[in-house]
Protein backbone atom coordinates (compact mmCIF):
# COMPACT_ATOMS: atom_id res chain seq x y z
CA UNK A 1 0.00 0.00 0.00
CA UNK A 2 0.80 3.68 -0.71
CA UNK A 3 0.09 6.62 1.34
CA UNK A 4 -0.98 8.07 -2.05
CA UNK A 5 -2.78 5.17 -3.20
CA UNK A 6 -7.19 4.87 -2.68
CA UNK A 7 -7.67 1.68 -0.21
CA UNK A 8 -10.54 -0.53 -0.42
CA UNK A 9 -12.02 -1.88 2.54
CA UNK A 10 -10.94 -5.19 1.70
CA UNK A 11 -6.86 -3.75 2.00
CA UNK A 12 -7.59 -2.33 5.39
CA UNK A 13 -8.07 -5.78 6.66
CA UNK A 14 -4.55 -6.88 5.03
CA UNK A 15 -2.68 -3.45 6.29
CA UNK A 16 -4.10 -3.89 10.38
CA UNK A 17 -3.52 -8.01 9.99
CA UNK A 18 0.39 -6.50 9.00
CA UNK A 19 0.62 -3.97 11.76
CA UNK A 20 -0.74 -7.01 14.39
CA UNK A 21 1.55 -9.23 13.16
CA UNK A 22 4.45 -6.50 13.70
CA UNK A 23 2.95 -5.24 17.31
CA UNK A 24 3.15 -9.16 18.19
CA UNK A 25 6.98 -9.32 17.38
CA UNK A 26 7.52 -6.29 19.83
CA UNK A 27 5.52 -8.04 22.15
CA UNK A 28 7.65 -11.04 22.20
CA UNK A 29 10.96 -8.52 22.08
CA UNK A 30 9.50 -7.07 25.40
CA UNK A 31 9.00 -9.93 26.77
CA UNK A 32 12.58 -11.26 26.33
CA UNK A 33 13.53 -8.18 28.03
CA UNK A 34 15.03 -7.90 31.51
CA UNK A 35 12.92 -5.27 33.86
CA UNK A 36 14.82 -5.70 36.90
CA UNK A 37 17.84 -3.52 37.24
CA UNK A 38 21.32 -4.63 38.62
CA UNK A 39 20.53 -3.24 41.88
CA UNK A 40 17.36 -5.05 41.89
CA UNK A 41 15.25 -2.09 40.88
CA UNK A 42 12.42 -2.07 38.22
CA UNK A 43 12.96 -0.98 35.02
CA UNK A 44 10.22 1.97 35.26
CA UNK A 45 10.73 3.29 31.79
CA UNK A 46 10.89 -0.03 30.54
CA UNK A 47 7.55 -1.16 32.20
CA UNK A 48 5.91 1.85 31.13
CA UNK A 49 7.05 1.13 27.21
CA UNK A 50 5.92 -2.15 27.73
CA UNK A 51 2.17 -1.00 29.20
CA UNK A 52 1.76 1.60 26.42
CA UNK A 53 2.59 -1.13 23.78
CA UNK A 54 0.21 -3.44 25.05
CA UNK A 55 -2.68 -0.73 24.59
CA UNK A 56 -1.72 -0.27 21.33
CA UNK A 57 -1.05 -3.81 20.62
CA UNK A 58 -5.07 -4.96 21.75
CA UNK A 59 -6.36 -1.43 19.99
CA UNK A 60 -4.72 -2.88 16.78
CA UNK A 61 -5.82 -6.51 16.69
CA UNK A 62 -9.48 -5.11 18.33
CA UNK A 63 -9.96 -3.14 15.16
CA UNK A 64 -8.37 -5.65 13.12
CA UNK A 65 -11.05 -8.31 14.36
CA UNK A 66 -14.16 -5.85 13.97
CA UNK A 67 -13.33 -4.89 10.14
CA UNK A 68 -12.57 -8.62 9.20
CA UNK A 69 -16.47 -8.64 7.36
CA UNK A 70 -15.01 -6.19 4.88
CA UNK A 71 -12.55 -8.66 3.50
CA UNK A 72 -14.83 -9.92 1.22
CA UNK A 73 -13.17 -10.27 -2.77
CA UNK A 74 -14.47 -8.33 -5.70
CA UNK A 75 -17.62 -7.12 -3.03
CA UNK A 76 -15.86 -3.64 -3.04
CA UNK A 77 -15.93 -1.79 -6.42
CA UNK A 78 -13.50 2.14 -6.39
CA UNK A 79 -16.18 5.14 -7.50
CA UNK A 80 -13.93 7.48 -8.30
CA UNK A 81 -12.52 5.60 -11.46
CA UNK A 82 -14.77 3.16 -11.68
CA UNK A 83 -16.15 2.90 -15.33
CA UNK A 84 -20.00 3.28 -15.73
CA UNK A 85 -20.87 -0.25 -15.94
CA UNK A 86 -19.32 -0.63 -12.54
CA UNK A 87 -21.24 2.00 -10.94
CA UNK A 88 -24.43 0.53 -12.34
CA UNK A 89 -24.86 3.88 -14.33
CA UNK A 90 -24.62 1.92 -17.39
CA UNK A 91 -27.34 3.41 -20.62
Known sequence: MKANEPLDPSDL?????????LMAVV????MDMEYVLAD????????????LHKVGFDLVA???AGISHFDVPG??????????????DAA
Open 62 to 64: NIA
Open 75 to 88: TYVRVSGASQSQRG
Open 40 to 51: GSRNRELDRVSK
Open 13 to 21: VYELDNLRE
Open 27 to 30: HELL
